[in-house]
């Protein structure tokens, strides 16, 4: 299985950006999907994660600005980001997790530089 993200840029404090996330390859239907995030000389984190059934979890820094999604029938997850802040730059990365813990995925990463 092979996970390859897309749509990260550059782009202006207050703009908005939208990463993707395709699944190619079998996994099993009921899975978690996420994104998380490492900044340079940071630890990497969790943005977003949503479950087979549509259940989302969001960290508290992107609450009200990231919306995650995923279409079930294509394996894909998004992650729209608005009002982006200079904080949010870095290398972002997708993942999708058996609850099983039978496997666990991630993609290559898409970097994301907000500044003006």
């Known amino acids: 299985v092979q996970l390859q993200a897309s749509g990260g840029g550059l782009v202006q404090p207050g703009g908005s950006l939208r990463l993707s996330c395709a699944a190619s390859g079998s996994i099993f239907s009921i899975n978690v999907m996420g994104w998380y995030r490492q900044a340079p000389g940071k630890v990497r984190e969790s943005v977003a994660q949503i479950t087979t059934g549509g259940t989302t979890n969001y960290a508290d820094s992107v609450k009200g600005r990231f919306t995650i999604s995923r279409d079930n029938a294509k394996d894909t997850v998004t992650l729209q980001m608005n009002s982006l802040e200079p904080e949010d730059t870095a290398v972002y990365y997708c993942?999708?997790?058996?609850?099983?813990?039978?496997?666990?995925?991630w993609g290559q990463g898409t970097l994301v530089t907000v500044s003006s």
């Open positions: 993942r999708v997790v058996d609850p099983r813990g039978l496997y666990d995925y």
